[in-house]
């Protein structure tokens, strides 16, 4: 059997995922692991360090590492990139002002060497609140973030809301088919 199969054989029978969520601070990126634990989610404050949780979906253990995102915090992102099989980037859709401070911070990320060829999910997250165009807002969210630019990343763009749960579940299906295809073609 070749090196590959076996790699191929042992992630499929781990069933382990590596999620690296990151960023701008208030996007709702630890509302949102909460909502998907079914965990209350009043209050919760800004993240000074790291979350690490497990979401269990179809098989998979799904190790979500959530990240504080204050600008104060961003350098100790680059201490977690190692083994990241999936990296969700989570955007404010009430806060569109700050898509380009969005796209400075995106792309130093994406320039990592570590992370070449891991999935990239972005949530637009808060849509409970964005009473504008969806299409318009994903068109000019794939624009700024120069999506359709990007080569060794396959990559998939959501409008979700960690407060009703729309579209949480259908990032979780996205990251297990991926996951799966990834794997399997190996
Ligand atoms: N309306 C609305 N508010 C949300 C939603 N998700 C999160 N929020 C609110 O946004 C604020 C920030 O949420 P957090 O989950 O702390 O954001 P974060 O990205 O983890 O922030 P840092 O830890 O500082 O990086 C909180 O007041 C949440 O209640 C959502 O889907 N809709
Ligand atoms: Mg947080």
Not at 15 to 35: A, H, Q, Y
Not at 81 to 88: K, M, S, Y
């Amino acid at each position: 059997m070749g090196l590959l199969s076996i790699i191929r054989k042992q992630k499929l029978r781990e069933k382990e995922v590596r999620v690296l969520m990151l960023g701008l601070d208030n996007s709702g990126k630890t509302t949102i692991v909460r909502s998907l634990l079914h965990k209350d989610i009043q209050e919760i404050s800004p993240t000074m360090g790291f979350n690490i949780d497990t979401i269990s979906y179809k098989g998979f253990n799904i190790n979500v590492w959530d990240i504080g995102g204050q600008s104060s915090l961003r350098t100790f992102w680059f201490n977690y990139f190692e083994r990241t099989d999936f990296l969700v980037w989570v955007l404010d859709a009430s806060s569109l002002q700050r898509l380009v401070e969005n796209f400075k911070e995106f792309d130093k990320v994406l320039r990592e060497d570590r992370l070449a060829g891991c999935g990239l999910l972005i949530l637009i997250n808060k849509i409970d609140i964005y009473d504008g165009d969806r299409q318009k807002l994903k068109e000019a969210i794939t624009d700024t973030l120069r999506l359709k630019e990007l080569q060794n990343h396959s990559w998939n763009l959501l409008c979700c809301s960690a407060y009703t749960g729309e579209n949480l579940q259908d990032g979780l299906d996205w990251l297990v088919s991926e996951y799966e295809k990834k794997y399997y073609i190996l």
